[in-house]
């Protein structure tokens, strides 16, 4: 790895630090080297708070000089948002020489920044480690490219394919309980059928410790999606409506809000089939600006969105041990892998006695 490369991939790791409390923000990280040292660093850490480029100028011991070098994974924002146009900032820094891993994909910013910096007598150069930078913020690449957020599709499954059992209450062991909870604790939104709600009455949170997210702020809850075209679940009964977290109520009947409850019914089109998915997922990347979805369904809805063709990821749990008679089946992902060719298994890890199996869309 020649020195460039080795300075963004030091932003990259940096960015990597703010997936549990940057959403919906990308994950952003900064260095600034100065003689082949790293002298200041920075990752962004949440939404409305400084960008890395500005906290690793903040973070300087001395005083910007020419033969200072800033490495960023993402092009610097140009316009007004939650703060102000980091273009700006970094032209008045006196900074000339700047290090870019990708154009932001934000049709607000893309080009526009590198644009700006250059028409202001900043050196900048595009394109290292790219590969690397898409990955870390292939979520919010999804979101712009394709106005929907990128889908995780997430389920435990016995060895017979059954998503319940009347014996016990968990298919999964605690590594992979555990392993899901990493999955909630960095999206923006988790979806469920109101099903799940009424015969789970699950908390839908993140059930995981400041430590163990490796993170100083306040734990970032998934705003709580649930489909329920007929308005059945009742919002007195169920652990989810005792939160303060955002909860969205897709539906058939009605759109209004309940801000004492801090409910969102929206009304979507509808069909034999259900509510539209792609109705939902547009509009929770548009309106709510979600930009990775985790899905926990049964077996209708993660049929719902293969049918579709709705998806990033499928992420099975796959237990050790058959459930045999009763509890819910699910799709044998593994026959529609081998028989369809639609999807491929990109990896598998070990979690003690189950298997974490993820498959990707063919594209």
């Known amino acids: 790895m020649n020195r460039k490369n080795f300075y963004m991939q030091s932003a990259i790791d940096l960015a990597a630090k703010g997936k ?3 959403p919906p923000n990308p994950n952003v990280g900064c260095v600034i ?3 082949s040292k790293i002298i200041s660093k920075a990752y962004h850490q949440r939404a409305g708070k400084e960008h890395a480029e500005i906290l690793a100028l903040k973070n300087l011991k001395k005083k910007v000089n020419d033969k200072m070098i800033m490495y960023i994974n ?4 140009c316009h007004y948002g939650k703060t102000a146009p980091c273009t700006k900032t970094l032209i008045n820094s006196g900074i000339k020489n700047i290090e870019i891993a990708m154009l932001d994909p934000n049709p607000k910013v893309r080009g526009k920044g590198v644009k700006e910096l250059r028409k202001n007598g900043i050196k900048v150069n ?10 870390i913020n292939k979520d919010f690449i999804t979101k712009h490219e394709k106005n929907r957020p990128y889908i995780i599709i997430k389920q435990a499954v016995s060895l017979d394919s059954k998503i319940t059992s009347p014996n016990k209450k968990w298919i999964s062991n605690k590594f992979s309980r555990e392993d899901g909870h990493y999955l909630r604790a960095q999206s923006c939104a988790i979806l469920v059928s109101s099903k799940t709600i009424i015969n789970d009455n699950p908390k839908l949170n993140v059930r995981l410790t400041k430590k163990k997210l490796s993170i100083k702020s306040n734990i970032r809850h998934p705003i709580i999606v649930i489909l329920d075209s007929n308005l059945t679940v009742d919002i007195t009964r169920f652990k989810v ?8 109520i897709f539906n058939s009947i009605k759109t209004s809000f309940d801000k004492k409850n801090n409910i969102d019914f929206i009304k979507v089109v509808s069909n034999k089939n259900g509510l539209s998915i792609q109705s939902i997922t547009k509009i929770l990347s548009r ?9 926990e369904p ?3 809805l993660l049929s719902s969105f293969l049918d579709k063709n709705i998806f990033d990821e499928i992420i099975f749990y796959k237990s050790s041990s058959n459930v045999g008679d009763g509890g819910l089946e699910t799709i044998d992902i593994e026959k529609m892998h081998l028989n369809t060719k639609k999807i491929y298994q990109d990896s598998v890890t070990n979690m003690l006695n189950d298997v974490k199996i ?3 869309p063919k594209r």
């Not at 409506?241 to 969205?248: A, E, G, N, R, S």
């Not at 309106?287 to 899905?295: G, S």
Request: proline content about 2%.
């Open 126 to 135: 595009v394109g290292s480690c790219k590969i690397e930078a898409v990955k």
């Open 241 to 248: 409506f005792k939160t303060k977290t955002k909860k969205i």
């Open 20 to 22: 549990y409390t940057a």
């Open 287 to 295: 309106d709510y600006d979600v930009k990775n979805l985790l899905i």
């Open 358 to 360: 993820t498959y990707k």
């Open 33 to 35: 080297v100065e003689n």
């Open 74 to 77: 993402l092009e610097p924002c």
């Open 298 to 300: 049964g077996k209708k």
